[in-house]
């Protein structure tokens, strides 16, 4: 069982930063698909951004440019940076995990989730 924990989520104004940070229990990073997912109030959660086990990396359309993930190995560490916030990026983040085949990281076949960490953007 995997589980993960995420932090850095807090209020930000429109236009500012944060990082969000994902933590595992156990060794995933190098050979997982690896993602941030997002769900807005009202609305159904959505793929974000996803890194797979060799480090390849896929974006949304409406955060590229903005966000940046990244892993780090050695520290079983996920990250998202997040610059130039909208407050339409607003909602509860989550990482999320699974043994995924290949480099695509479908969004579908992620397994694992952490508890999620809430972003506010103020306009």
């Known amino acids: 069982q995997v589980q993960l924990v995420e932090s850095g989520g807090g209020s930000v104004e429109a236009g500012g930063s944060l990082r969000l940070s994902c933590v595992a229990s156990?060794?995933?990073?190098?050979?997982?698909?690896m993602g941030w997912f997002r769900q807005a109030l009202g609305k159904e959660r959505e793929g974000v951004a996803v890194?797979?086990?060799?480090?390849?990396?896929r974006y949304a359309d409406s955060v590229k440019g903005r966000f940046t993930i990244s892993k780090d190995n050695t520290k079983n560490t996920l990250d998202l940076q997040m610059n130039s916030l909208k407050p339409e990026d607003a909602g509860m983040y989550y990482c999320?995990?699974?043994?995924?085949?290949?480099?695509?990281?479908?969004?579908?076949?992620?397994?694992?989730w952490g508890q999620g960490t809430q972003v506010t953007v103020s306009s």
């Open positions: 999320a995990a699974d043994l995924i085949r290949g480099s695509y990281c479908a969004y579908e076949l992620f397994g694992y």
């Open positions: 156990r060794y995933t990073y190098s050979r997982y698909c």
């Open positions: 890194i797979s086990s060799a480090g390849r990396t």
